[in-house]
T-cell receptor, first 111, second 113 residues
């Protein structure tokens, strides 16, 4: 049974700094997803990672996947206040496309 | 395209009442799912469907029923509401295929008193 763990749960950053959110998963997962959620809103898809060594970048966010280590990372470069949100990773896919979510990382970027 | 729509946005129920949360998508997606979101617990899968007429249980199915008679609709029924079902409920849909990216509805905030 797939389990997904994220850390840290809460991250307070200063603008301009870099940091990384970690996502470990327990068994083989076809895909690894990253989502963003603003307070009171729905989830917005950021990245879908398919294979070992996959790296995707969008603006100040870069996601990578190491299937041997069962680890995905979301790296934030030169944080800005607009990146403040909760970030979730989720594993799953396969024939049913079920997703198992991590508990989320609440990111607060301070000026 | 409206994407994934959910109704109602907010609902207050008394313990023991029943109700149906509605979910519809207009993207012709095969897969649909229901999740609940509780503080500190992320999203947990309640039920899912891989196509019309096919449903299965997720991580936390107790107290909920689903059916999928059409590709577009995937209602979630609470049979006898309990305070433990107070949560935010999200419906999601996706295509089969390489990425299987799931698109989420706006959510329903349910309070059971």
């Amino acid at each position: 049974e797939l389990k997904v763990e994220q850390n840290p749960l809460f991250l307070s950053m200063q603008e301009g700094k870099n940091y990384t959110i970690y996502c470990n998963y327990s068994t083989t997962s076809d895909r690894l997803y990253w989502y963003r959620q603003d307070p009171g809103k729905s989830l917005e898809s950021l990245f879908v990672l398919l294979s070992n060594g996959a790296v995707k970048q969008e603006g100040r966010l870069m996601a990578s996947l190491d299937t041997k280590a069962r680890l995905s990372t979301l790296h934030i470069t030169a944080a800005v206040h607009d990146l403040s949100a909760t970030y979730f990773c989720a594993g799953g896919g396969g024939a049913t496309n079920k997703l198992i979510f991590g508990t989320g990382t609440l990111l607060a970027v301070q000026p | 395209n409206a994407g994934v729509t959910q109704t109602p946005k907010f609902q207050v129920l008394k313990t023991g009442q029943s109700m149906t949360l509605q979910c519809a998508q207009d993207m012709n997606h095969e897969y649909m799912s229901w999740y609940r979101q509780d503080p500190g617990m992320g999203l947990r899968l309640i039920h899912y469907s891989v196509g019309a007429g096919i449903t299965d249980q997720g991580e936390v199915p107790n107290g909920y029923n689903v059916s999928r008679s059409t590709t577009e609709d995937f209602p979630l029924r609470l049979l006898s509401a309990a305070p433990s079902q107070t949560s935010v409920y999200f419906c999601a849909s996706s295509l089969a295929g390489e990425y299987g990216e799931q698109y989420f509805g706006p959510g329903t905030r349910l309070t059971v008193t």
